[in-house]
């Protein structure tokens, strides 16, 4: 019996979903390792090489609302609100993040244009 058609379109969808999602990890990590690369996963949560509250919990409530999201798109739940709900949230989060600065976010600089400076300076020498 072949593989394939023992298994349902549910459980190939997240076969892959799953395989997918690992890619995107490995790649991802494969581009912070690269030196010349100016992505830096850890600024997703942290200002400056500190740990920032903030930024933490809205990466962490994006991966879990994301993850929700493909949920019930793979089981076929998703209806106009619930998308409509996730889009109305990022935006949403998004616009507040931009209006409402506070003076810590808004005088850091990432690691990726640390990087990019100190290539910089090495080259000029």
Known sequence: MNFLSSLNSNEIMYIILTVLM????????????????????????????????????????????TWGFIYLLADDKLTEWYFIGYMGAWVANALIGKTVIDRETSEYTTRAELDRKERDFERRL
Request: one cysteine or more; a positive charge.
């Open 22 to 65: 690992v890619s995107c990890t490995i790649y991802l990590i494969r581009l912070n390792n690269d030196k010349r690369s100016s992505i830096y996963l850890l600024d997703l949560v942290t200002t400056a090489g500190i740990l920032n509250e903030r930024k933490l919990t809205r990466f962490l409530t994006w991966v879990v609302s």
